[in-house]
Nanobody, 124 residues
Framework: QVQLVESGGGLVQAGGSLSLSCAVSGRTFRRYAMGWFRQAPEKEREFVAA????????DYADSVKGRFTGSRDNTKNTVYLQMNNPKPEDAAVYYC?????????????????WGQGTQVTVSS
């Protein structure tokens, strides 16, 4: 059983920075592709970032490209999302997701495991 626990959410001022973390249980973390998604009220869950098993390849939604950076530390079973220059429209519940695969995966239906989410609020 794979469990994911996000942390680091909270209130951030627009233009500031916030770092999210996602701790993943299990000994095979390095074999999992990881993703970050978000869901705002009354909206569909949407892709934010994806990181391959090594952290060497990543993909981002156009709306966050150049502002958000995904990374992972396979020695700590943790994936990160660094949010720089957040905007009010970035406010949402952020979820990390994992799937037993090596590549970069941008579709939410491609992920088998999900965390419970962490709220990010951006003040203008």
């Amino acid at each position: 059983q794979v469990q994911l626990v996000e942390s680091g959410g909270g209130l951030v001022q627009a233009g500031g920075s916030l770092s999210l973390s996602c701790a993943v249980s299990g000994r095979t973390f390095r074999r999992y592709a990881m993703g970050w998604f978000r869901q705002a009220p009354e909206k569909e869950r949407e892709f934010v970032a994806a990181i391959d098993w090594s952290g060497g390849r990543s993909d981002y939604a156009d709306s966050v490209k150049g502002r958000f950076t995904g990374s992972r530390d396979n020695t700590k079973n943790t994936v990160y999302l660094q949010m720089n220059n957040p905007k009010p429209e970035d406010a949402a519940v952020y979820y990390c997701a994992a799937d037993y695969a090596l590549g970069v995966k941008a579709g939410k239906d491609e992920y088998a495991y999900w965390g419970q989410g962490t709220q990010v609020t951006v003040s203008s």
